[in-house]
């Protein structure tokens, strides 16, 4: 193999991700493989890429098997600016805080709801139906579709991490489109007060959202905003399933939980990575990536740069965070960070109200398959 080349997914078989990451910044922080697909893993080289929109695009989002053009995420300045501006409205500080009451009920409800000192699958039972309620509040999606929004939800994502059968899964995502345009035609006859009807009403801009567009901003929010958050609180409790201790000490000090809820972030990256692909040839750490390249920006391996941290793969419940990628950063930096942020502590702050322990079940939790996201898709714990 050529200097500086590397094979990614073997090493990452063989090694785990842990050791893999561990690997790349010893040996390859800015690496190469085979198919000329770039991965910057140093926490200076991931974050000037993402702060240089202009020579790293991110039409390279689109694709990845999900087979759905999102507005957005796929989008480069100045179509992104104008984009983005629409939905930055339903995400300021103000909604953020309208929001609060709503979901701590939410959070407090499921946690209410859990059996105390049985074994329970805590996906299932809290950590994704939360952000699916809140996403599906936010749309107006009547109550009596949650269930039918949770399984869409999953299945688009399981587009890309399950074994489910190509035709199933394009069932699924029609019957999507098929619900979303009607919801939108019917926001637009009959406006609300939530997204959807605010993203049919747009036309102060010169952009004017068709309903194919609209289709597709809900379910990158869907996407975007409920796996990820399932992903941060499952990986959050899988640390703390270990060390009942930290559990105490959360119960004790409940102000230390929006610290362990970044620590989270930083160790656990619910999103592990972004791709982007290089307008021209850039000089990043050293060498140069080429006009056309693609780079995998590894934020997961960023959050866990050692030239940053101190210790970076050990969880500390009360770590001096500094800044992670977790989120990204630069001009897509997620939208729907506070509003992750919002739910994780809402769910944690509920948990530790009510529970003096929690332990593991017997059966041992299923990781999501190597890919994007990483977190559970079922953790048995027992709550005490
Ligand atoms: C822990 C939870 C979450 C994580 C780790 C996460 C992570 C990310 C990351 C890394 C990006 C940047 C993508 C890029 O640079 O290409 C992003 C963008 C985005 N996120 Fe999140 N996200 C989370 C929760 C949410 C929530 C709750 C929502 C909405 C309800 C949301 C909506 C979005 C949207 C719309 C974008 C695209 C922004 C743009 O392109 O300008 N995310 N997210």
């Not at 269930?147 to 074994?163: M, P, T, Y």
């Not at 926001?187 to 939530?194: E, F, K």
Request: hydrophobic share 45%; with cysteine; glycine share 10%.
């Amino acid at each position: 193999m050529a200097d500086g080349e590397i094979d990614l997914r073997a090493g990452f078989a063989a090694l785990g991700r842990d050791a893999f990451i561990a690997r790349l910044h010893a040996e390859t922080p800015l690496a190469r493989n085979a198919e000329g697909l770039w991965v910057a893993s140093r926490f200076d080289d991931v974050r000037a890429i993402l702060l240089d929109h202009r020579r790293f695009s991110s039409s390279a989002m689109q694709g990845g098997g999900l087979s759905v053009p999102f507005p957005l995420l796929t989008d480069d300045p100045p179509r992104h600016t104008v984009l983005r501006a629409l939905l930055a409205k339903a995400f300021t500080p103000a909604a953020m805080e309208g929001m609060r009451p709503a979901i701590e009920r939410m959070a407090g409800d499921l946690a209410d709801a859990v059996p105390r000192g049985e074994e329970v699958d805590i996906v299932a039972r809290l950590t994704s139906p939360l952000p699916v309620a809140v996403i599906a509040g936010m749309m107006g999606v009547p109550a009596a579709r949650t269930a039918d929004f949770r399984r869409w939800s999953n299945a688009i994502l399981g587009i890309q991490s399950s074994g489910a059968f190509a035709s199933e899964r394009i069932g699924t995502l029609m019957e999507l489109r098929g619900y979303f345009a009607e919801l939108a035609a019917e926001r637009r006859a009959a406006p609300g007060a939530d997204l959807v009807s605010a993203l049919t009403r747009v036309s102060d801009t010169a952009e004017r959202l068709s309903d194919d567009q609209i289709v597709g901003f809900c379910i990158l929010l869907m996407v975007a905003g409920n796996e990820t958050t399932t992903n941060l609180l499952g990986n959050l409790l899988n640390r703390l399933a270990d060390s009942p201790d930290e559990w105490a000490r959360l119960r004790a000090e409940p102000s230390l939980i929006e610290g362990a809820v970044e620590e989270s972030l930083r160790i656990d990256s619910p999103a592990q990575m972004v791709i982007r692909r290089a307008t021209e040839d850039v000089e990043i750490g050293g060498r140069t990536i080429r006009a056309g390249d693609m780079v995998m920006v590894y934020l997961a391996s960023a959050n866990r740069d050692p030239g940053r941290w101190d210790g970076p793969s050990s969880f500390e419940l009360a770590r001096e965070v500094g800044r992670h990628v977790a989120f990204g950063q630069g001009v897509h930096t997620c939208i729907g960070a506070p509003l992750a942020r919002l739910e994780a502590n809402a769910a944690m702050q509920a948990l530790v109200a009510r529970f003096a322990t929690l332990g593991r079940g017997a059966a041992r939790g299923q990781r999501l398959g190597m890919g994007l996201l990483y977190g559970f898709r079922s953790l048995p714990v027992v709550l005490g």
